[in-house]
Structure formats: structure tokens, C-alpha cells
């Protein structure tokens, strides 16, 4: 009888909930406050992206949301997502804002959108589809005609997907963010007039409202750079500032001296390189900045709350000084409130008890973690070179190599091939490297380069009929900082021996692994260091999350059951284990897809947490 009292109540909280969402509301910004259907309302939200989580989680995940005290749930939406090839839009299955929109009203949170189009997020290209750069005549971010037309194109798909689901229409989305951290780009990109910048974002904005937007707009910018970021008609709203005062007074400055006050990205934790440390943030001040916000009145949006995975080539880059590229990992766990794999962390739990504080009812339960499971070793019946898989293959040939755009490719890998016909002996030189490759001669390897470390050349000796393989990964396009508009992949300049540069032959075979390369294996020997594609079938008894551990391995991509689930770098770290969802594997037969580029194993198998903060000297 408990069993079915509680059922009952279950199923009248959702109609009650469904039926509150459902009625056309009104949300607006009116003496200098939100107003939600006519009354003060302070936001809390937080970030999900529902690329980064498989759509049968973003439930859970939002109910840890609402159970942990917010109102909101965040998400950008990436324009290369879903738009898969010039003019191919996808929005279903995976890809259904409408139905991640839709879960959330079920839940019982309100609805922020990001649609860029720039994003940052490290995110491949910012959100931009790489195809762009194709064009000559088109420059992204700036008030370029070419550019603008892909912009237009871009949010009028946007627009069918969200307009039905304005709180005027009886959905829960309540504000729509205006471009992204333009100030920032404003700043790094001096050589353009600020004029021209403005021209440009204010573009973006009239597009959103001819595309029927009309909840109310937003920019977020760091509060140092409202001169550039800000728009007439867009509330600014404060990017990280923890000062109240330095936050009222920008807002005020760029929004007629009054409010209302909104930190549209607060970090609870910090992104991740490959090569360098996992970054935390400690609870105590992620509890001591949000008990802030809340005694002064503040709205946020915790970026992130829930970070999940970079599946696939989707992970974007940054720069600096010190390093040409900064890639990203796989895991954007961002030691965020939520888990990677959907577990409440001690973060989780503290804020749980601020926002209990200020409610006057009790929250809701917090839900289960999905299941966990390991899987014992799997042994790899089949692997093969990556130059067997070739054979069959016809390269491109040309007198320069060239870049993966010129290839008609996005991401993945490319073998630059060429056969000597006189003796080479010197200094290799591939300036023009983007972004990782391994050098072989004859079938074998002579050494790596590497543009995160600015290694760009190694010492070589070619004898006549030699056969040279360069094997390059593009490692994800940049995503923030000028050097954006720098983002074609492959090797995109002469390559020299000893100064000269090396024409004619060149043969390229591109390897995009948007799928697994089908082959047929056959038995034979595979010398150290040379990149092997392998795979394996395994049974399970039951499903559950799970975390590969590929801390034996080297450098690759890993497909389970025709889902790339990412990279792995476990020589330099600091990931170490790869997120597999539970959603992803089946009872019964699971198949197991691993490219490796310089360190194959035998066998592979699961374990039952993730490593993410072992960095490899």
C-alpha cells in the first residue's frame, strides 16, 4: 500500500508539474529585476550541455539538479553538432534539443539557452563547422557578408527548434544569450575597429529577434570587457566575478544603473589540457562564493554543473606562450558538482544544504547513481598495422600536402606518404604541423612531433627508394583567443629537409574514423611503435557505467559498439580511463574498437572509478 501511495504521488507531482510548465507564462526584465510571471525571481542555475551526457541521462542528471535546489538548467547549443555537412541539419535521436528542452520542463526547471553562434566551451572550433574555413571570402566572427549568411542559415534552424518552447509559448524557456564573450574577442583582436565589432554582434542579435526570439537576450562577458561585449537591448551579465560591488557597478554602467545582477558563468571547477595537471576547485570556496551570491541577491549559473564527456573528435583547444596547442581531454568532468559519470561529490552535498536553507519546502530525494560495473580483461583477437588497412586504400597525390579541409575532412588522421628516389639525410622539418604526428621509414618509427611541445623537426636518413610515412592527428580545433581564425588541420606548409623544401609525390590517404574502418585482419607481425588498429567481441551478463583503463596503452581512440568514446593519451596523462556509459553497452555481445598509435596491448579491461589527475612525467 506505501508502495502504491508513493507511486501515486509520483505520478500526480509530474501532472502537477507538466500541467504548470504548460500554461504560457511570461518571464521579463523590468525594474531592474527578472520577473517570472509578474513577481521577483532570483535564478539558479546550471550548466548541462546534452551533447556531452547520452540523452537516456539527461533526466537524472537534471533531477540531480533540481534535488540539489536549482531552477535552471544552462546549455549552449554547438553549430557543428548539428549541422553534420553543408546545409545537413540534424536535430533527432542524440542530436533532439526539443526533447532535452522538453525533459527539463518534466523536471521542473526553467531553460537558458547559449546558441553562440560562437560557443567557446572547449568545444571543437568554438562551435563553428570546420567546413567554414573553406571559403576564402568568409571570415568567422566579424561582420563579414559570407560569414553572416552561415550565421542566418544557422539560427533559423535554431529558432524552429526553440521558439515553440518560449515560456510565451508554454515552454520553459526563459532567455537566450546574445553571441558569447565577444569583450574577450574584442580585446584579442585589436586590429579590427570596435565599430566593425559592434556592427557585427548587434547582426547576431536582430537576427535572434527576426527568428522569433522574444524572451529576453543576454551577452556575458568578464566585467572588464563590457565596452566590447555588451548589446543594446541585451542584459550584460558578468562572467566569473566573485566582487558583488565590482559586479553591480559594471552591470549598472552598461545597463541605464540598475540591474538586475547575474553571474551567467560562476566556476565551481576549471577545464582540462592533455599534458597538464587536473585542476580543482575547492568546496569551501565554491560554498563561500555561492552563500554570496545568495545574501545579495545574485542570479548564477554554475559553469560547469554537470560537465560529462567529450565523445568522439568533439573536444576543442587553447594556446599560449608556453604551448602552441593546449588540447583538451576527453573527460570534461571539470570537477563540477556532478560526477563525469553522474555522482554526487562532496561539492554536490555542500551545496545541497545552501540551497536547502533558502527553500521552504524540503527538496527532493537525490537520485541513484546509474550502475557500475567492470569489465575483466577483454583479449584482441584481431589487430592489424594501420599500413595494412591502407593498402587497399587510393591516396590523394600532390606536389604539397595537403591540409585536412583541402581532403574535404574534419577530423581524425591523415598519413602523408612520399618515396624517395635519392638520398635525404638532415633535419626533417614540418613547421607547418597541426597537430601530433609520428614519423616512419620504411614501416619503422623514427620518432614523434609534437605542437604542444613545439617539437617540429627530428634528425632522419633516407636512402634511395625509401618510403617516408607521416601519420598526423588533428588533436581539435582551437576554441578561444585570436588565433581562432588559424584553425586548418593536417600539415598546412612546405615540409623541409635541411632547409629545401620536399615536392612532387606526395600521397595522402585520410582516415576521418566518423566510423570504425571495416578489415578483414590477417596474422602477422607488427613491429614496436608502428600505429595498429584491433578490436574484440565481449560478453556481459548485465550493463552499468564503467571506466576503461587504458593506462597500458599509448595514444588513441577507442569505438564501443560503433560509438567513438573518445581519446586517450595515457602516456603523458592525466586521464587515464575513458567513461563508458551503461547506456552504450548491451547484455549479450559488445563489441570493442581501439585505433592505437604507439603502444598496442593484448588485452583491455574496465574498472569501477575514474582516473582523471594522474599526469605522466
Not at 27 to 44: Q, S, V
Not at 318 to 344: H, R, V
Not at 547 to 576: A, C, E, H, T
Amino acid at each position: 500500500m506505501r508502495n502504491f501511495s508513493r507511486y501515486l504521488y509520483s505520478i500526480l507531482f509530474v501532472f502537477f508539474i507538466n500541467t504548470l510548465f504548460s500554461q504560457k507564462g511570461n518571464f521579463e526584465i523590468k525594474n531592474g529585476h527578472f520577473l517570472l510571471n509578474g513577481k521577483p525571481f532570483t535564478i539558479y542555475s546550471g550548466e548541462m550541455h546534452y551533447p556531452r551526457v547520452p540523452s537516456e541521462y539527461w533526466k537524472h542528471r537534471m533531477q540531480m539538479m533540481k534535488a540539489m535546489g536549482l531552477n535552471a538548467v544552462t546549455t549552449y547549443v554547438f553549430w557543428n553538432y548539428h549541422e553534420e555537412a553543408p546545409g545537413k541539419w540534424n536535430f533527432s535521436g542524440e542530436k533532439d534539443l526539443r526533447r532535452f528542452i522538453k525533459t527539463a520542463q518534466e523536471v521542473g526547471l526553467y531553460v537558458i539557452i547559449r546558441p553562440g553562434p560562437y560557443v567557446c566551451a572547449e568545444w571543437e572550433f568554438g562551435g563553428y563547422p570546420w567546413w567554414l574555413q573553406k571559403n576564402k571570402n568568409l571570415e568567422i566572427r566579424r561582420d563579414n557578408k559570407a560569414f553572416l549568411d552561415e550565421c542566418e542559415k544557422y539560427i533559423n534552424q535554431l529558432a524552429r527548434q526553440i521558439v515553440p518552447l518560449q515560456i510565451s509559448n508554454g515552454g520553459p524557456v526563459i532567455m537566450v544569450q546574445a553571441e558569447n564573450e565577444f569583450g574577450s574577442y574584442v580585446a584579442q583582436r585589436k586590429d579590427i575597429p570596435l565599430e566593425e565589432h559592434r556592427k557585427y554582434s548587434h547582426k547576431i542579435k536582430n537576427m535572434l529577434l527576426k527568428g522569433g526570439i522574444t524572451v529576453p537576450l543576454f551577452t556575458s562577458d568578464g566585467s572588464s570587457l563590457f565596452k566590447g561585449g555588451s548589446i543594446q537591448g541585451a542584459l550584460p551579465t558578468a562572467n566569473g566575478e566573485s566582487d558583488i560591488e565590482v559586479l553591480k557597478k559594471s552591470i549598472n554602467e552598461y545597463n541605464a544603473g540598475k540591474g538586475p545582477y547575474m553571474v551567467a558563468e560562476y566556476y565551481p571547477g576549471w577545464l582540462d589540457h592533455w599534458a597538464e595537471p587536473f585542476v580543482k576547485v575547492a568546496t569551501e570556496e565554491v560554498v563561500k562564493q555561492t552563500d554570496l551570491y545568495i545574501k545579495n541577491g545574485i542570479s548564477c549559473n554554475y559553469y560547469m554543473i554537470h560537465g560529462g564527456t567529450n565523445f568522439g573528435f568533439t573536444s576543442g583547444a587553447n594556446y599560449n606562450k608556453d604551448f602552441d596547442i593546449q588540447p583538451d581531454l576527453t573527460s570534461y568532468d571539470y570537477d563540477a558538482p556532478i560526477s563525469e559519470s553522474g555522482w554526487a561529490t562532496p561539492k554536490y552535498n555542500a551545496l545541497r544544504e545552501i540551497f536547502q536553507k533558502i527553500n521552504q519546502t524540503t527538496l527532493p530525494e537525490v537520485p541513484k547513481p546509474p550502475k557500475v560495473i567492470t569489465i575483466p580483461a577483454i583479449e584482441f583477437t584481431k589487430i592489424n598495422s594501420l599500413f595494412d588497412l591502407i593498402d587497399k586504400k587510393k591516396p590523394v597525390t600532390n606536389d604539397q600536402p595537403l591540409t585536412f579541409e583541402d581532403l574535404n575532412i574534419g577530423n581524425g588522421y591523415v598519413i602523408y606518404r612520399r618515396q624517395f628516389d635519392n638520398d635525404q639525410k638532415g633535419l626533417l622539418n614540418i613547421k607547418g604541423l597541426r597537430d601530433y604526428a609520428n614519423i616512419y621509414v620504411n614501416g619503422v618509427w623514427k620518432g614523434e612531433m609534437n605542437r604542444i611541445n613545439k617539437k617540429y623537426d627530428i634528425e632522419i636518413d633516407l636512402k634511395t627508394g625509401d618510403r617516408l610515412d607521416i601519420v598526423v592527428e588533428n588533436m581539435g580545433r582551437i576554441n578561444y583567443g585570436a588565433e581562432i581564425v588559424h584553425n586548418l588541420k593536417g600539415i598546412i606548409e612546405p615540409i623541409r629537409i635541411n632547409g629545401n623544401i620536399i615536392s612532387g609525390n606526395w600521397q595522402m590517404f585520410s582516415l576521418p574514423f566518423d566510423q570504425f574502418p571495416k578489415h578483414t585482419y590477417q596474422k602477422k607481425n607488427i613491429a614496436d611503435r608502428v600505429p595498429v588498429i584491433q578490436e574484440a567481441e565481449f560478453k556481459l551478463e548485465e550493463t552499468g557505467d564503467t571506466f576503461l583503463d587504458m593506462r597500458k596503452f599509448g595514444k588513441g581512440i577507442v569505438f564501443i559498439n560503433g560509438k567513438n568514446i573518445g581519446r586517450y593519451w595515457s602516456m603523458v596523462g592525466p586521464q587515464q580511463t575513458l567513461y563508458i556509459p551503461g547506456v552504450w553497452l548491451k547484455k549479450g555481445e559488445n563489441l570493442i574498437q581501439i585505433f592505437e598509435q604507439i603502444r598496442s596491448q593484448n588485452t583491455v579491461s574496465s574498472i569501477d572509478h575514474p582516473i582523471l589527475d594522474q599526469l605522466v612525467k
